[in-house]
């Protein structure tokens, strides 16, 4: 049966997740984005209010949420902020390996860390010669004995520069490809971890970035979350659960763009009336609407998904780049409502431009997500029509006897067989398919 009402207990989360937003992010998120800094208090007050982690199994004394629950409260902290709900989330995007690790050991000392003692983890697979290319990591994962030792860089990691614990993508060699790749789960404070200087962004100011760097730091066995030969599958299974994620930044952005688009153009006067009054702005609106809410449906459905245990990468990537870039086209209509004012950094439009941008780029760009979702359509989607030479399809007249279609120019002949030759492009008779009636044995 199908249903797109909350419960009761996500209406509840869904509040918890909106007062904490506009009563604790919206009234610092513009001051830390010009100090270009991370609110650790806030995230520390995230975690207090059990908005942080919501994923961690119940099994592990976690909250046992699903995605639909993280795609709830990310919407609503996005709103007030994307950049401090990057930073949120990010302990969820840096745990989901070790979720789906067979290291259950490893879970077991680690979880109630991050659950019990505000502990954060990042996630790292880019590096600075690779983002897209998963497959190209370089950073070195040597076997020395059972143990791992790494060496490399990693770039563009959200809270590189906070997080007490990195789930780091490594190779035991970068010609093997997919094939060498592993993870391992690395402690800050371990001999041969740094981090770089916090990266000057264009936006997501609120959220930190940094490179990591790798020297000679021995991975006992024990923190192996995935062996070379498994890290890659581990990525994208993650991404795949991330990316509704990131479409529901998008949502909670979009909204709230929406939202000051309606209110300043029912108060600004134009030509003797509200600005609300004009069918330009009224359309514009509309679309806004449109597209929040339909990108909602597909963040929702690619969770949904996800928490029927269904392997949601096709309605995630589906849903990334809808919702990310709605987002980016919404907050720009937002601002053309906004006139002049909306171009300025005392309205809160250009850092909700600046922030959604980045949407687009990071847990796969939407180039990517293209990639993705064009692959499964030419290889692994299962067609409702018959072929294009196989439809019976008729001007005149109802195909009611057999009918034979030209493979060349789409003719459809009528009659117990083809003709020796098509009237309209000459093709001959082996040109012609039967397209009705339909051949039972072959399903069409
Ligand atoms: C603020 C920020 C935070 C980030 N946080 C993290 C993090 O926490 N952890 C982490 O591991 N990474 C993180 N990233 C990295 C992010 O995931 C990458 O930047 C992203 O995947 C793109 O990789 P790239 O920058 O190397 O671009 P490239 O891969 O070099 O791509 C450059 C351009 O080429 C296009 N392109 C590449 N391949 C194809 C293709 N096959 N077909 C068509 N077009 C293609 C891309 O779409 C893009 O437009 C973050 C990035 C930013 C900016």
């Not at 990591?137 to 520069?161: F, P």
């Not at 614990?165 to 800050?188: C, N, Q, S, W």
């Not at 952005?253 to 108060?267: C, G, H, P, T, V």
């Not at 963040?299 to 849903?319: H, L, N």
Request: glycine content about 8%; proline content about 5%.
């Amino acid at each position: 049966m199908l249903n797109f009402d909350l419960t009761d207990d996500q209406l509840a989360l869904r509040k918890r997740a909106r007062e904490f937003a506009v009563n604790h992010v919206l009234p610092v998120a513009w001051m830390y984005d010009e100090r270009d800094e991370i609110p650790l208090d806030l995230l520390k007050k995230a975690w207090e209010a059990g908005l942080m982690n919501g994923d961690i199994p119940k099994s592990y004394d976690g909250m046992g949420l699903g995605l639909v629950e993280a795609a709830i409260v990310t919407e609503e902290i996005a709103a007030a902020c994307p950049g401090v709900a990057t930073s949120i989330f990010d302990n969820s995007l840096g745990v989901e390996p070790l979720l789906l690790s067979e290291n259950e050991a490893l879970r077991k000392r680690y979880l109630p860390e991050i659950l019990n003692n505000f502990k954060l983890i990042c996630f790292a697979t880019s590096e600075p010669g690779m983002g897209s290319d998963v497959s190209g990591i370089r950073c070195q994962a040597e076997k020395d004995g059972d143990d791992y030792i790494l060496n490399g860089a990693k770039y563009w990691i959200t809270n590189g520069g906070i997080a007490d614990y990195m789930t780091v993508f490594a190779t035991t060699d970068p010609k093997t490809k997919h094939e060498g790749i592993g993870a391992f789960l690395v402690e800050r404070d371990w001999k041969g971890v740094s981090s770089g200087k916090a990266i000057p962004k264009l936006g997501q100011r609120c959220s930190n970035t940094t490179a990591l760097h790798f020297e000679n730091v021995r991975v006992p066995a024990e923190n192996v979350i995935a062996p070379p030969g498994e890290g890659f599958k581990l990525a994208m299974k993650t991404f795949s659960r991330t990316r509704p994620i990131i479409g529901a930044f998008a949502v909670g952005a979009a909204r709230s763009a929406m939202e000051w688009a309606i209110d300043y153009a029912k108060k600004r006067k134009a030509f003797g009336m509200p600005i609300s009054g004009f069918q330009a702005i009224q359309f514009k609106l509309a679309e806004m609407y449109q597209k929040v809410e339909t990108a909602r449906l597909l963040v929702q459905k690619s969770a949904w998904e996800a928490d029927q245990g269904r392997d949601p990468t096709i309605a995630a990537s589906i849903a990334k780049f809808y919702a990310t870039e709605a987002a980016f086209e919404t907050v720009n209509d937002a601002m053309q409502v906004l006139g002049g004012y909306g171009y300025t950094t005392m309205f809160p439009l250009e850092k909700l431009l600046r922030d959604v941008r980045l949407l687009m780029i990071y847990e796969g760009t939407s180039e990517v997500q293209r990639v993705i979702v064009s692959g499964h359509l030419l290889s692994a989607y299962e067609p409702a029509m018959p072929s294009l030479e196989k439809v019976p399809m008729r001007r005149k007249t109802a195909v009611k006897e057999a009918a034979w279609r030209c493979a060349t120019c789409g003719h459809v002949h009528g009659g117990d067989a083809p003709p020796e030759r098509c009237p309209y492009c000459f093709a001959a008779k082996g040109a012609f398919h039967k397209v009705w009636p339909p051949d039972r044995a072959s399903g069409d």
